[in-house]
């Protein structure tokens, strides 16, 4: 089992893509989440045949780039898709849609 700790991992199969973990043990049992998603309970075999723990990492990590994709698809069925590298940018993309904004979840509008 992991120390409690950020890891790198790398995801098996098909396109070589990367992954932050966190792993939280506490007395209740030990806990992951991958890329900041749910967290959920740990078990021995989690990362079996799906994940290969590459190593653990130091905090602050070390991020040179960070680009968000974003796709939607409007009721008539066109699709959409747009990507930035700023966050200001999503501000003004939610900003000029709101609807947008609100079908992704925001309670502001």
């Known amino acids: 089992m992991l120390d409690s700790g950020v890891y790198l991992v790398k995801e098996l199969g098909?396109?070589?893509?990367?992954?932050?973990?966190?792993?939280?043990?506490?007395?209740?049992?030990?806990?992951?989440?991958?890329?900041g998603g749910v967290m959920q309970y740990l078990r021995?075999?989690?990362f079996e045949g799906s994940y290969e723990v590459l190593g653990r990492l130091r905090r602050p990590l070390d991020i040179k780039l960070v680009r968000l994709?974003?796709?939607?698809?409007?009721?008539?069925?066109?699709?959409?898709?747009?990507?930035?590298?700023?966050?200001?940018?999503?501000?003004n993309l939610f900003q000029?849609?709101?609807?947008?904004?609100?079908?992704?979840?925001?309670?502001?509008?």
């Not at 994709?69 to 699709?79: A, K, P, V």
């Not at 000029?96 to 509008?109: C, D, H, R, V």
């Open 14 to 35: 098909g396109k070589e893509k990367h992954s932050y973990l966190i792993i939280t043990n506490t007395p209740n049992g030990a806990f992951y989440q991958i890329n």
């Open 44 to 46: 021995e075999d989690t």
């Open 69 to 91: 994709n974003l796709e939607w698809r409007d009721s008539e069925g066109h699709e959409f898709e747009t990507s930035m590298t700023d966050i200001q940018l999503l501000r």
């Open 96 to 109: 000029s849609y709101p609807e947008l904004a609100k079908t992704f979840g925001s309670k502001k509008i």
